[in-house]
């Protein structure tokens, strides 16, 4: 099995920083894409930023210039730094990762449980 775990989320003022992780654990072969969504009460989830197992990101316009997406594929993390938060950033944040699982060999979509992020004024 494989388990994607979130921490890094809380409460911050607007203005501030938070920086959010994401680790996967288990029978894992290697990771492709990981990205981070998230989804905000009465709203739909949405993404924020995804990066390749290559480095290559994508960011939700909103977020460009204020988050920055890493990874350490040593690790099997992958990072969310956010400044300049703003209070319509608040939200649970999600990770995702697709993952080719060692026994058998497949391409499988995981996503973690979400980490809160709440972000005052």
């Known amino acids: 099995q494989v388990q994607l775990v979130e921490s890094g989320g809380g409460l911050v003022q607007a203005g501030g920083s938070l920086r959010l992780s994401c680790t996967a654990s288990g029978s894992i072969f290697s990771i492709n894409d990981m990205g981070w969504y998230r989804q905000a009460p009465g709203k739909e989830r949405e993404l924020v930023a995804t990066?390749?197992?290559?480095?290559?990101?994508n960011y939700l316009d909103s977020v460009k210039g204020r988050f920055a997406i890493s990874r350490d594929n040593a690790k099997n993390t992958v990072y969310l730094q956010m400044n300049s938060l703003k209070p319509e950033d608040t939200a649970v944040y999600y990770c995702?990762?697709?993952?080719?699982?060692?026994?058998?060999?497949?391409?499988?979509?995981?996503w973690g449980k979400g980490t809160l992020v709440t972000v005052s004024s």
């Open positions: 990066i390749s197992s290559g480095g290559t990101t």
């Open positions: 995702k990762a697709k993952i080719i699982i060692a026994i058998p060999a497949k391409l499988m979509e995981y």
